[in-house]
């Protein structure tokens, strides 16, 4: 069974870090994409960040630069390095794992989250101006 749990997320000032991590089991997370995903109240899901099974990351426009994605797999973990954070980047970030994932691109931003069937439970991150 697939589990993946988020956690390291919290409150911030504008330009400030944050690192979240989620720990994933039941799973072998070499064979699958992985990928954290954000949610404001209100909009859809969208994919921030993604790293593939052959190491090729995406980033969302809005996070390029900003944000990086990581995975260990001896531990099974993807953590996301948040810098420079923006009031914008509040949200609900989750972590997800996908064995065919599918990118929908939305102009200017991320991905769509169809066809992403494994999510943990979500992690609040505050930003304050």
């Known amino acids: 069974q697939v589990q993946l749990v988020e956690s390291g997320g919290g409150s911030v000032q504008a330009g400030g870090s944050l690192r979240l991590s989620c720990a994933a089991s039941?799973?072998?997370?070499?064979?699958?994409?992985m990928a954290w995903f954000r949610q404001v109240s209100g909009k859809e899901r969208e994919g921030v960040a993604a790293?593939?099974?052959?190491?090729?990351?995406d980033y969302a426009d809005d996070v390029l630069g900003r944000f990086t994605i990581l995975k260990d797999t001896s531990k099974n973990t993807l953590y996301l390095q948040m810098n420079s954070l923006k009031p914008e980047d509040t949200a609900m970030y989750y972590c997800?794992?996908?064995?065919?994932?599918?990118?929908?691109?939305?102009?200017?931003?991320?991905?769509?989250?169809?066809?992403?069937?494994?999510w943990g439970q979500g992690i609040q991150v505050t930003v304050s101006s």
């Open positions: 997800a794992a996908e064995s065919n994932p599918i990118f929908i691109r939305v102009p200017g931003g991320g991905w769509l989250p169809r066809g992403w069937t494994n």
């Open positions: 039941g799973f072998d997370s070499s064979r699958h994409c």
């Open positions: 790293i593939n099974r052959d190491g090729r990351i």
